[in-house]
């Protein structure tokens, strides 16, 4: 045995985060490679576990000489590339997280091995007579009898798990080995989710059926006649098609080729889960500003020092038709492409029109997908049966061979940072992909985010813009509308007169409105008029949302739900009601100032069961609704050809949020939603809601001026130090008692702080903590956190130093029943 492998073994646990050696068979020598999964033994019992192959060496005098022997390996192929190594080892830094978080985002879903401990006949019994057997077992304890019963009823062998009545058994197990009375080994079944056609079909030796039949004096039945005769015209066929059509049990067809009649292969089944949103197929002819932006990238996409793509476009503009275009290109030349979205669920209509364009070859990937689904298109892209996949974040890790394009659509979406371990950023993970192995980089979006743009500033992307919509039509004239001004006039509606006016003249006309709200539910809290009590959850710290369909109040962060009470719980008063705006009141408001008017209501209410989604949008672009209300799942990629009035009810909601991009976010909000009217020949109008006219985020998105937008953000967060001007870290710390919360956290600021001290640091005002988050409860969890920000301080030597503290030292600083989170330059600091 001349070689090694550095392994990474399939555990959980932060102490075993690090790379382990085994020795190759001479068996595996020749087969082994880096990124295949293999067996191995691990920890004193040599239990069998996954492992995964990192890197090979040569086995020289400065290895150890009790390296273990590799058991068995899993795969035919590696189920990692090389260049998938480099990026895990690259995410586990970047994202302080463990080997095994980056395994388990990328590893291919379905697999899985099923471990279990088989008990044998030790020497003392295993060339001995019966009567021999029968000695020894007449002094064994009454457990050891059953054991040895057990194996010998087993036919000399039996799985631990089958022996049932004895306690401490695993103890006993190694009691007996040590006296020679057993043996134990650890067997495995290797489990993938896998479905598999059974294509069946005459006899390849069989030159004529009938003839053989006769000259062989073969008896059949009436069925067995029939599947014949099918075959016969039809030379194969599916067993459950046969089975359907014929009318026929599998046991007619299996005794057929028991008798050598008929044979079997089997063939992979791909699940491809079909969206019910259908698309016109339409071909489109791109405008100047379009074919500019994609032969620019077209004619770079094989330069070596090409830099990431940024298309700043304005909403309607007709960016999916340029990444087509680009991606026909990449096909071409022989290159495969992603196109990651924010929530494939909610752009139903770009996938469509996708797969409408370029068929059999697009797959997707996302969340909601069942796991063999999930296992399928990975197969698929591996195979090379996909070329083009569609899919949100996770999508980027798709194991494509060929791989030379990945556009990130709407890259402003919070929903491209991970919110689980690892909490990665997918822009961040496509620019390593992007420098690494010199795949083009396209990010689109009518709203850039103000960090990314900062990139196009410095040098990073290059910037290409479209500046109209591909309709040539002017973006639909947003009129605010100062709510302080209405509730002067005696208006208390939660909409202006004005908002009704249009909303009303467009359903007149046979028109379509879009009612934007970025809260569900019929009302925000409930609340006693009488002593003030506001129903809050007892799990999490926030008030709980009024639900009027249901008549009960619901936690949105841990699902808790009541009734509505009846009176108040703490003074008894009847005066307890729901306050504030939901969805579900927009609705009801709706039909109640304006009689017949349809409404369709979407949010994570109405979407929770599968395809519901789908079915809303295709009601709605059917006009079997006149208005559509929603929260922010309708400001994605919806292009509805009738709608020509949008109202943002509440403008304000989003403005006054608790975080630093809270101003950004508005603006995005508010352009992207306006985006939604007027976007074919009927002219648009967005009707926005405020009691800030005066703010820049509102008067800069009026006017769809992301430039001033920009230059007034950058400038504050300048001034604070906000990002892209310094990295932030967030470590928060949970779990069910606030005391061993607050005490935990603060040994983990005094380590960190120690540590800093001991390399010359006397300043950490670039701590901020530890205090409770904003949201100091949630799901029985107490939360606290410190914020780290990478002023005066490096990044790396931070990062360092929390890995030490909070990942290697973890037993040593923290209690056993605490959650750490740990995330680098967060969404939020809720």
């Not at 994609?294 to 090409?306: A, L, P, V, Y």
Request: hydrophobic share 35%; net charge positive.
């Amino acid at each position: 045995m001349n070689r090694y492998a550095e392994i990474i073994v399939k555990n959980n646990s932060i102490h075993t985060d690090t790379v382990y050696s085994y020795k190759i068979p001479d068996h595996l020598e020749d087969i082994l490679k880096p990124g295949h999964r293999v067996l191995v033994p691990f920890g004193r019992g040599n239990k069998p576990v996954e492992g995964y192959i990192f890197r090979i060496g040569r086995i020289t005098n400065e290895c150890p000489d009790n390296m273990k022997d590799i058991v068995d390996v899993l795969d035919e192929n590696p189920i990692f590339s090389e260049n998938q190594l480099e990026l895990i080892k690259w995410m586990r830094n970047r994202y302080l997280c463990t080997y095994m978080d980056c395994i388990n985002v990328m590893h291919p879903k379905g697999i899985n091995i099923k471990n279990y401990r088989v008990v044998y006949p030790g020497e003392k019994i295993s060339r001995i007579s019966d009567a021999e057997i029968y000695e020894i077992i007449k002094n064994l304890s009454e457990n050891e009898k059953k054991v040895i019963e057990s194996l010998l009823n087993g036919k000399e062998r039996i799985e631990e798990n089958k022996i049932r009545g004895i306690e401490n058994l695993t103890e006993l197990l190694y009691r007996m080995k040590n006296k020679g009375l057993i043996q134990l080994k650890w067997e495995y079944k290797s489990r993938k989710n896998e479905k598999k056609l059974c294509i069946v079909s005459i006899s390849d030796e069989i030159e004529n059926i009938d003839i053989y039949i006769e000259k062989n004096k073969i008896r059949l039945g009436k069925r067995q006649k029939d599947i014949i005769e099918f075959l016969k015209l039809n030379d194969s066929s599916e067993i459950n098609d046969i089975m359907e059509i014929l009318k026929v049990s599998s046991r007619s067809i299996k005794s057929l080729s028991e008798k050598g009649l008929v044979k079997f292969r089997y063939e992979d089944y791909y699940r491809r889960p079909d969206s019910v949103y259908q698309s016109d197929r339409k071909k489109i002819v791109l405008n100047e500003e379009q074919k500019y932006v994609s032969e620019t990238i077209k004619n770079e996409m094989f330069d070596e020092g090409k830099k990431p793509y940024m298309i700043h476009g304005v909403t309607g503009s007709g960016k999916t038709e340029v990444y087509m275009d680009i991606i026909e290109y990449a096909l071409s030349q022989g290159l495969d492409s992603i196109l990651l979205v924010p929530e494939i669920s909610l752009t139903p209509q770009t996938v469509a029109r996708i797969k409408n364009r370029f068929g059999d070859i697009v797959g997707v990937f996302h969340s909601q997908l069942s796991e063999g689904e999930k296992h399928d298109v990975f197969k698929s892209v591996e195979n090379g049966d996909t070329r083009i996949l569609i899919g949100a974040r996770s999508a980027i890790f798709a194991p494509f061979k060929s791989l030379g394009l990945v556009i990130i659509d709407e890259f402003h979406e919070s929903s491209y940072k991970s919110e689980k371990n690892p909490k990665f950023s997918t822009i961040e993970v496509a620019r390593f992909m992007a420098y690494k192995w010199k795949i083009t980089l396209i990010m689109g979006s009518a709203t850039p985010s103000v960090e990314e743009y900062y990139r196009t500033e410095n040098g990073e992307y290059k910037l290409l813009e479209i500046k109209k919509r591909a309709n040539e039509k002017p973006l639909p004239k947003i009129e605010t509308v100062d709510m302080r001004e209405e509730l002067e006039y005696g208006n208390k509606s939660i909409f202006s007169r004005k908002m009704i006016k249009e909303i009303r003249n467009a359903y007149e006309k046979g028109e379509q409105s879009i009612v934007f709200l970025n809260r569900r539910g019929y009302a925000n809290f409930v609340s006693c008029r009488s002593c003030g009590y506001v129903a809050k959850c007892p799990n999490c710290d926030i008030s709980l949302t009024y639900h009027k369909g249901i008549n009960s109040i619901r936690c949105h962060y841990c699902g808790y739900e009541i009734k509505m009470p009846a009176e108040c719980p703490e003074c008894k008063s009847p005066y307890i009601k729901p306050f504030g705006t939901g969805t579900q009141r927009i609705e009801e408001e709706l039909q109640n100032l304006i009689p017949g008017i349809k409404v369709l209501r979407m949010d994570k209410d109405t979407t929770s069961k599968k395809g519901a989604f789908d079915d809303i949008l295709k009601r709605f672009s059917k006009k079997e609704a006149d208005v559509l209300v929603g929260t922010q799942m309708i400001t994605k990629g919806l292009d509805f050809d009738n709608v020509t009035v949008v109202g943002i009810v509440s403008a304000d909601m989003m403005l006054n949020f608790p975080d630093f991009r809270s101003f950004e976010t508005t603006f995005q909000i508010i352009t992207q939603v306006a985006g939604r009217a007027g976007r074919a020949q009927k002219d648009g109008k967005v009707i926005l809601q405020t009691y800030n006219t005066e703010h820049y985020a509102i008067k800069n998105a009026m006017d769809y001026d992301f430039e001033s937008f920009y230059r007034n953000e950058i400038k504050i967060r300048k001034a604070f130090e906000y990002a892209p001007f310094n990295n932030m870290i967030s470590v928060v710390i949970s779990g069910e008692n606030e005391g061993i919360v607050k005490r935990n956290i603060h040994s983990m600021y005094n380590s960190i702080v120690y540590l800093l001290k001991e390399r010359g640091y006397t300043d950490f005002e670039f701590m901020l903590g530890p205090n409770p988050c904003p949201i100091s409860k949630i799901n029985r969890n107490y939360r606290w956190q410190i914020l780290f920000r990478d002023e005066g301080v490096e990044i790396n030597l931070l990062k360092g130093i929390i890995r030490y503290v909070c990942i290697t030292k973890r037993d040593s600083v923290f209690d056993k029943n605490i959650n750490i989170s740990i995330d680098i330059n967060p969404n939020s600091i809720l």
